[in-house]
């Protein structure tokens, strides 16, 4: 839903949107009390849950979401939206489109988001396997002989998820923000519970308590912050998932519930700790009563396949993003929803996730384990978000320099804090989302600068439109009934498929439409600017096709929307698509290896015809042959 729509919602409209906030964009930094407090006692650099211990970490728990997400999130950065739309790719296409910044600046601020972009993807690996397996794991603490089980369950859970992912979430979905408002209420209401026997943790509030620990504490003191960050994840999602239900639904979803049930729950967490110091093998579940543990563990799995499946649906929309951007090659898009053109399905991407996960499970074993390979991407992505809206302060709002200097500074001091602390994780186990990180940077980079390349080249070869008009006037072909669509990627020039069909066939269609298809560094673009259609000769039309990247291309429909400029029959058109067969140049213009891996994916690329929702019975494809 577009942004502008937001003023026309009414109140009950506001209050549904709130609800369903809950259930797709809080998944995640909502079941990080399932293992955070667990992480800072028992993790591989944990302290001793000492009263002054646990109200160093409680601070530091406090401030870092007060911080991180309250002020710089919520607050902050979701001021900085691309129409209404938020998330790292958006945030970089909106300074690559308005800041007013040298072309060298530009380039470095694109590949410092497509490194926020790439980072998403490693983080969104260990983000279901980590809350599916944190939310099983209290079976053990139910009954600890059924610890056996917790791994099959878990692997279970997780394939299912992905199993289904194929016939859409839209009926599933419409339960999440209720699921949801159950496990915010829970977790406060246990949380109350405890701080009641122990309302002193209550002191936490004072900062005094984080400035106490790190002076107790030295060098070990910042080491914790690697598990402190891990109530702060999730964060990016606030921003991200804007463009879905706008600013103040998101706002009042986070401060009218979300953040005081977290905060209570993990005071509640505190207060247990400093009541008996051995619950520190679960905090969490240990909270619960006895006779609510087993529906409290059924309400967390629950709560972390949300989790999940909005880390999944991000993954999905954010591949079609960059597809649409030309930064991934075509895959095959599948959509669940015929009203909601969000609601995508990318095979691909789902066994991808799907494989990355079930390796991590099996390979960490617990929740514990994987604690010590997340955060490094989720506080590379954080540090990413704090500097590209610096430049939106800078050079779109025009704040004073100095000012925005200061504010950017602090946060990003916080950012690297974490980031450096997680930086420590590295050799057990971050080493794995930075991989894929830089996996998905080297594809992403290598494809967009591939495709630059290939439009180069088809510009050079291009016979311009006026010496082909010419020709055509001078030797007139013979013309069939029915219409020609030719889809080229360029403005200018030709389309080889053109000139190919009139070398071989000897003939052009009664209406020649040759469509080029763009996508702006805008979400959405305006009815008005969508479609412009320019006759070159009789019969003969250029339509250029302008989309944003949240949009889905359709040109039958656009076609059909056509018929005031030409006479068009669905049924008697044909398109005609060319497929590039690439070759390396002895010399090419950027490193073997790259044009190699550019020319591999060229050639698994999905059909154009399926890309543009065109029926493939219409289709027909010319090969033609570029070396780059």
């Known amino acids: 839903m ?26 995640d930094i909502g079941t990080s009390p399932l293992y955070t407090m667990r992480e800072c006692f028992g993790g591989a650099h944990a302290v001793e849950p000492t009263p002054d211990n646990i109200l160093g970490v409680l601070s530091l728990i406090f401030w870092a ?99 289904v992912q194929r016939s859409g979430t839209a009926v599933v979905g419409a339960l999440f923000g209720p699921i949801m408002v159950l496990w915010f209420l829970a977790l406060a209401g246990f949380g109350i519970h ?18 106490h620990f790190f002076a107790a504490h030295g060098w070990h003191g910042i080491l914790v912050l690697g598990s402190v960050v891990l109530a702060v994840t999730g964060g990016e999602a606030l921003y991200a998932d804007m463009g879905h239900f706008g600013a103040a639904p998101i706002r009042k979803a986070w401060f009218y519930m979300v953040l005081p049930a977290l905060l209570l729950n993990y005071f509640g967490q505190g207060a247990l700790l400093i009541q008996d110091a051995t619950a520190v093998q679960n905090p969490f579940y240990l909270l619960v009563p006895n006779e609510w543990l087993a529906l409290m563990i ?27 951007l030309s930064f991934l090659p075509r895959l095959n898009v599948q959509y669940t929803s015929e009203e909601e053109m969000g609601q995508i399905y990318i095979p691909w ?30 506080t590379g992505t954080m540090a990413i978000d704090t500097l590209l809206a610096f430049v939106v302060v800078y050079s779109l709002w025009k704040w004073n320099p100095y000012l925005s200097g200061v504010v950017a500074f602090l946060f990003l001091l916080v950012d690297l804090a974490f980031f450096g602390a997680n930086s420590l994780k590295i050799p057990e186990g ?72 009139l070398k071989h066939n000897k003939v052009l269609h009664q209406t020649v439409v040759v469509m080029t298809v763009l996508t702006e560094p805008l979400p959405w673009v305006a009815a008005e ?3 412009e259609v320019t006759k070159l000769a009789d019969g003969m039309f250029r339509i250029v096709l302008r989309y944003g990247f949240m949009e889905t ?36 213009r950027m490193a073997l290896w790259r044009m190699k891996l550019f020319i591999g994916l060229a050639r698994n690329t999905s059909s154009a015809a399926s890309y543009f929702r065109i029926p493939s019975d219409r289709v027909i494809e010319l090969g033609t042959q570029v070396v780059l």
């Not at 590949?111 to 809350?131: C, H, N, Q």
């Open 2 to 27: 577009p942004s502008t729509l937001y003023a026309s919602i009414q109140p009950k409209d506001q209050k549904n949107l709130v609800i369903a906030a809950l259930g797709v964009v809080f998944g």
């Open 65 to 163: 979401i007060l911080i991180v997400i309250s002020l710089k999130y919520v607050v902050f950065i979701m001021r900085a939206d691309n129409k209404g739309e938020g998330g790292i790719m958006a945030l970089m296409s909106l300074i690559t489109q308005k800041a007013r910044i040298a072309p060298s600046w530009r380039a470095a601020l694109m590949m410092l988001g497509l490194a926020g972009a790439s980072l998403f993807y490693g983080d969104g690996i260990i983000t279901p396997a980590i809350s599916v397996l944190s939310a099983v794991e209290g079976l053990g603490v139910l009954k600890p002989e059924l610890h056996a089980y917790v791994i099959p369950i878990a692997l279970t859970v997780l394939i299912a998820l992905f199993g």
């Open 194 to 211: 405890s701080l009641a026997g122990a309302p002193g943790v209550l002191a936490a509030l004072n900062p005094w308590h984080a400035a």
């Open 298 to 324: 059924g309400l967390a799995t629950l709560a972390t396949i949300i989790a999940s499946q909005a880390v999944i649906s991000g993954a999905f929309s954010l591949t079609s993003q960059a597809m649409h």
């Open 349 to 378: 991407i789902n066994w991808a996730l799907m494989i990355g996960i079930v390796a991590l499970v099996l390979g960490f074993r617990s929740s514990s384990n994987l604690a010590a390979a997340y955060g490094i991407a989720v």
């Open 430 to 501: 971050g080493w794995f989302p930075l991989a894929i990180g830089l996996t998905v940077f080297t594809v992403l980079t290598t494809w967009k600068r591939g495709r630059d390349l290939l439009m180069e080249r088809l510009k050079e070869e291009a016979m311009p439109i006026n010496v082909f008009l010419a020709r055509v006037a001078e030797q007139p072909p013979v013309r069939v009934p029915g219409t020609a669509v030719f889809m080229t990627g360029s403005q200018f020039g030709v389309p080889f498929a053109l000139l190919n069909n």
């Open 529 to 531: 600017r969508r479609r």
């Open 553 to 588: 291309p359709n040109i039958p429909r656009v076609l059909k929307s056509s018929s005031r400029e030409f006479d068009i029959d669905p049924a008697d058109t044909t398109f005609f698509l060319s497929r590039e067969t690439l070759l390396p140049s002895p010399n090419p």
